[in-house]
């Protein structure tokens, strides 16, 4: 399937959120077709398998209307069968163009980005979110979060953040460089790796623990990895500053030590190794939740125990006394004596369980989580929406039939060309069998015609054989004939690879040096022949049959009309030397059925650039066809 990926959060930027959809946009790559929409300055790491397409990063507003238009533009130009909002952020543009189009949508859903209380987005995203085909959460309290917001749970899926399984290996030297370098040498080393906002609660956790650890273990420090974020949508923030004036009411900064942003996966890993306990204070804040905590699984992978708050997500991603401990929201002293028990060995947690525990969470597995979500919620049910019977729309009248006949012979010239006697002609999809009984009846071009249809709605049947067939395979040899016709038939054939499949047996049946006529309704017809109703070919494939049920004129749109463009694509697609002859059949049309009309004055004195000009809006498509073996 081909999948739009719509988010703007990727790296450069950091965070978990980030980490997370480039991984989904990667693990989606290696088996489907993914377009990446997201922020102009993440195209260079983006996953190089991805098409990627670029919009602003700031101001908000610019990046919303950017990428609200360029995917209408991508919906347009490369058709993507499942739209995917990477947060909640694009979530009402994704459904939006999702509903117009046709497409199923998704989003993931990390925390924040359903359980904010600002009165806009309450109003705008999260309907658009209830409205979501498909919502994967990152933990089973977001998941709760979504339910109470009103989203239905039957379209809710839990589906974890991964992590890179098993870790980079132990890089002792350097380790032994980073100890050297921040003085770490026997020392007891708590780690912090986030970004530093109000949630993350690390200066409330100098406040409220470090002291006291101190006192009971005066060789710890805490290394702080991360910065400010300068890019976030949350506005509640830390700063570095901020953290080291609380530490020096304690006289405690100097074990502090603040290392910034790490975007080396190497070098992050050798933190998590050389670390003690990472710790994750995070503070309680219904408004602003902690969606699931990806970097106690990555501790967890590096044998590295968390102690943490239990809130949000965390309590997914800590299971206490397997890869860490659990204490309840801002119970500090609680916390503190958990910290002081682990680094003076009083509380001990095998090594082998905290990475055992780690596994579940590998990207591999995650990758098939994925990938079973979306093939178990649209493949199916793409499977059931063409579990319907086509109606025939064959043309009864044979009265009508004759000029096409006759049109068709003027058109391929049938009377003037030397083929050896008798011309083998098929007519594919011969409804009535007018057209294919007059050239069978011709008195001088001398055929020998055969006719196929899935049904039979013949009203003559003499002087041709017919077939009746059940798919678009023909029942023939290959270069059996001469001259094929398929009038009006393509569009009743089913999806574009049916109709790739319908041209492919055509080529094959045609000989090298035959003829193939082929007329289809042009997608941008301003009525729709087969049910008579303006714009019905217009719309997006998922409106066109409720657009149907409200004008009362059927049940189920069944056609699928190409425009010009399309239609060209297949011919190229399944081999075809092609003419496109629509304005001489319109001529010979008016000649043959409205000679005295104004429309054939004028069409008369048109000159063929000038109505070719028109084409891509001309109601029907007509082409000559030569095979290419």
């Given at each position: 399937m081909k999948i739009l990926l719509v988010t703007r959060n990727l790296p450069p930027l950091i965070g978990g959120m980030e980490r997370l959809n480039w991984h989904i946009a990667d693990e989606l790559s290696k088996t489907h077709e993914v377009i990446l929409l997201s922020i102009t300055n993440a195209k260079k790491t983006a996953p190089t398998n991805c098409i990627f397409f670029g919009v602003p990063l700031s101001p908000l507003p610019l990046f919303l209307i950017a990428v609200f238009f360029r995917t209408f533009f991508i919906c347009l130009t490369s058709k993507p069968d499942i739209l995917f909002a990477g947060s909640g952020l694009t979530a009402p543009i994704v459904v939006f163009w999702a509903k117009i189009f046709g497409k199923k949508s998704m989003v993931y859903i990390h925390g924040l980005d359903i359980a904010t209380d600002h009165p806009a987005y309450n109003l705008v995203w999260v309907p658009s979110i209830r409205m979501t085909d498909?919502?994967?959460?990152?933990?089973?309290?977001?998941?709760?979060?979504?339910?109470?917001?009103?989203?239905?749970?039957?379209?809710?899926?839990?589906?974890?953040?991964?992590?890179?399984?098993?870790?980079?290996?132990r890089n002792h030297q350097l380790i032994n460089t980073l100890k050297a370098q921040f003085q770490?040498?026997?020392?007891?080393?708590?780690?912090?790796?986030?970004?530093?906002?109000?949630?993350?609660?690390?200066?409330?956790?100098?406040?409220?623990?470090?002291p006291s650890i101190i006192q009971s273990c005066p060789d710890t420090v805490l290394v702080i990895i991360g910065d400010t974020p300068s890019q976030s949508l949350n506005k509640n923030l830390q700063s570095k500053e901020s953290i080291i004036a609380t530490a020096e009411k304690y006289n405690i900064q100097n074990h502090l030590i603040f290392v910034g942003n790490i975007l080396d996966d190497e070098l992050l890993s050798a933190w998590y190794h050389l670390a003690d306990i990472h710790i994750f204070p995070v503070k309680h804040i219904p408004s602003d939740p902690e969606g699931f905590g990806m970097v106690a699984i990555e501790a967890a992978v590096h044998g590295t125990p968390t102690i943490a708050f239990k809130t949000g997500g965390?309590?997914?991603?800590?299971?206490?006394?397997?890869?860490?401990?659990?204490?309840?929201?801002?119970?500090?002293?609680?916390?503190?004596k958990n910290i002081i028990s682990y680094l003076t060995g009083a509380s001990i947690i095998k090594i082998s369980e905290i990475i055992g525990f780690s596994e579940r969470f590998s990207w591999e597995n995650f990758s098939i989580r994925l990938n079973d979500s979306i093939n178990n919620s649209f493949q199916k049910e793409s499977i059931t929406d063409m579990s319907f019977t086509r109606q025939s729309h064959a043309v009864t009248d044979l009265n009508t039939r004759i000029p096409k006949a006759k049109k068709i012979e003027i058109l391929l010239n049938l009377n003037n060309k030397i083929y050896k006697k008798p011309l083998r002609l098929l007519e594919v999809g011969c409804g009535s069998g007018g057209i294919a009984h007059y050239?069978?009846?011709?008195?001088?071009?001398?055929?020998?015609?055969?006719?196929?249809?899935?049904?039979?709605?013949?009203?003559?049947?003499?002087?041709?054989?017919?077939?009746?067939?059940?798919?678009?395979?023909?029942?023939?040899?290959?270069?059996?004939?001469?001259?094929?016709?398929?009038?009006?038939?393509?569009?009743?054939?089913?999806?574009?690879?049916?109709?790739?499949?319908?041209?492919?047996?055509?080529?094959?049946?045609?000989?090298?040096?035959?003829?193939?006529?082929?007329?289809?309704?042009?997608?941008w017809m301003i009525t729709e022949p087969h049910y008579n109703l303006k714009f019905l070919s217009w719309l997006p494939s998922k409106l066109r049959t409720p657009y149907l049920r409200w004008n009362k004129k059927g049940e189920f749109y069944d056609c699928e009309p190409p425009s010009l463009k399309e239609l060209e694509s297949l011919l190229i697609a399944s081999n075809f030397k092609f003419e496109n002859i629509s304005v001489q059949a319109l001529r010979i049309l008016f000649e043959l059925e409205n000679p005295n009309s104004i429309f054939n004055s004028i069409i008369k004195k048109s000159p063929d650039n000038f109505l070719n000009a028109f084409n891509f809006i001309n109601p029907t498509l007509i082409y000559k066809l030569e095979a290419k073996k």
């Open positions: 498909k919502i994967i959460v990152n933990s089973s309290p977001t998941l709760d979060i979504c339910i109470q917001k009103g989203v239905p749970q039957d379209k809710l899926e839990i589906i974890h953040p991964g992590v890179h399984f098993p870790s980079v290996g770490l040498e026997n020392k007891k080393v708590l780690i912090s790796v986030g970004r530093l906002t109000a949630r993350k609660a690390i200066r409330e956790f100098v406040d409220n623990s470090l965390i309590v997914d991603a800590v299971k206490d006394g397997i890869n860490g401990i659990l204490v309840e929201k801002n119970e500090y002293e609680q916390l503190n050239f069978a009846t011709h008195s001088s071009i001398g055929c020998e015609v055969h006719a196929v249809d899935i049904h039979d709605n013949r009203q003559v049947y003499d002087n041709f054989s017919f077939t009746k067939v059940s798919d678009t395979v023909l029942p023939f040899e290959n270069d059996s004939f001469d001259i094929v016709i398929t009038n009006h038939v393509i569009e009743h054939v089913g999806s574009p690879n049916e109709q790739l499949k319908h041209l492919k047996e055509i080529n094959r049946v045609l000989k090298t040096t035959g003829t193939c006529y082929l007329a289809a309704p042009n997608r």
